[in-house]
């Protein structure tokens, strides 16, 4: 069988296979055995269009036995970036051999310090948590993937301070634009936009390692509007409601358990 006939004259489909799945010049009987790791019942269920992998399975299944270094997941979710140059610049190499293998990846800059703040080296203040995300968006589009744009998320809380910064990145269009946005939204913040108070006070809060606390006060109400404008007008950020993704899970009742962040897959 050829990919025409079984993609029934599907252009796209098809140029969706040759870019994607199809490793070289193999043939789709080829890909089948290979995808299928050479099982019938398998490449059956794919041929009758029952039972497909996921993207990566398509496109990597046996690819190690030519020497490749591949994933069959198509996405990870990392450790938040530690607040240091070597944690940031360990995120970028972690994000870079990720890419490299043809996954996703979901990071959270929640614990990186806000523009400002006292660090110890030559520049005695930092940009910000948000200056870094160009960095992080950069490694995505340097590092490719065959037939395939890399995918990152970067989230953050939304009691960080630089939140409104966060969600105003991307309305300049040449800035970030390899990555989705996400803000991680709890009921604490929630049940003050929904509240009567016309002024509800948001805390924002930022504790330093040496002790110090970094706060900036805004109104629930009109971040929250700011957060829904610019998802209208640019698509983004979205919202991940931290609450019901810490509480309905199966693991909630576990203490010792803690996401870390969400994949590009789990955009709210």
């Known amino acids: ?114 523009k400002g703040s006292k660090v110890n080296n030559a520049a005695k203040t930092t940009t910000g948590a948000c200056s870094f995300m160009n960095t992080f968006s950069d490694v995505t589009e340097t590092i490719g993937q065959n037939g395939r744009r890399g995918a990152l998320m970067i989230s953050m809380d939304i009691n960080h301070p630089e939140i409104e910064e966060f969600i105003d990145i991307k309305t300049d269009l040449n800035s970030v634009t390899k990555a989705n946005i996400s803000i991680r939204v709890d009921d604490e913040f929630m049940k003050k936009v929904v509240g009567e108070d016309d002024n509800p006070i948001h805390m924002c809060e930022f504790i330093l390692d040496n002790g110090e606390i970094i706060t900036k006060e805004v109104n629930a109400k009109e971040l929250f509007m700011k957060l829904c404008e610019n998802n209208w007008n640019y698509a983004e950020p979205g919202i991940l409601y931290w609450s019901n993704i810490e509480d309905y899970n199966i693991l909630s009742e576990d203490e010792e358990f803690k996401y870390e962040g969400i994949n590009p897959c789990a955009l709210v």
Request: with cysteine; hydrophobic share 30%.
């Open 1 to 114: 069988m050829e990919i025409r006939e079984w993609l029934k004259g599907n252009t796209l489909g098809e140029d969706i296979w040759k870019n994607k799945y199809q490793h070289g010049n193999e043939t789709f009987n080829e890909w089948l055995n290979r995808v299928s790791n050479g099982d019938d019942e398998v490449k059956q269920l794919m041929l009758d269009k029952k039972f497909l992998f996921a993207g990566r399975i398509l496109s990597n299944r046996g690819l190690d036995k030519l020497g490749k270094k591949v994933t069959y997941s198509n996405c990870y979710v990392l450790p938040q970036v530690d607040d240091s140059i070597e944690g940031i610049y360990k995120t970028c190499s972690d994000l870079a051999r990720t890419f490299s293998y043809g996954g996703g990846v979901g990071i959270d800059i929640s614990k990186l310090r806000p």
